[in-house]
Nanobody, 119 residues
Framework: QVQLVESGGGLVQAGGSLRLSCATS????????MGWYRQAPGKQRELVAA???????NYGDSVKGRFTISRDNAKNTVFLQMNDLKPEDTAVYYC?????????????WGQGTQVTVSS
């Protein structure tokens, strides 16, 4: 089992910045893709950003140019730098990682961290 713990959420004014972190622990084999998703009230969970083990990244259209995802492979930790935050970024942000065990790829989710952006 892999446990994920997110941190760094909070309340910020529009235009401000936050940095989210997601630390992994437990029995880890080989972390592949790491990503951040978010879910606002009444909306579906959506991809914010993801990064592969090789460093390739992809972003949701609404955050391109404002958010940056990065990872520390030695510590199996993923970060999300969020700049120029907007009220519509308000959501619970979830960390997601894929752990490859032989031929089995298993996904794990964190419990989420609240990000609230005031106007």
């Amino acid at each position: 089992q892999v446990q994920l713990v997110e941190s760094g959420g909070g309340l910020v004014q529009a235009g401000g910045s936050l940095r989210l972190s997601c630390a992994t622990s437990g029995t880890i084999f080989s972390i592949q893709r790491m990503g951040w998703y978010r879910q606002a009230p009444g909306k579906q969970r959506e991809l914010v950003a993801a990064v592969t083990s090789g460093g390739s990244t992809n972003y949701g259209d609404s955050v391109k140019g404002r958010f940056t995802i990065s990872r520390d492979n030695a510590k199996n930790t993923v970060f999300l730098q969020m700049n120029d935050l907007k009220p519509e970024d308000t959501a619970v942000y979830y960390c997601n990682v894929d752990d490859l065990r032989g031929i089995l790829l298993r996904g794990y989710w964190g419990q989420g961290t609240q990000v609230t952006v005031s106007s």
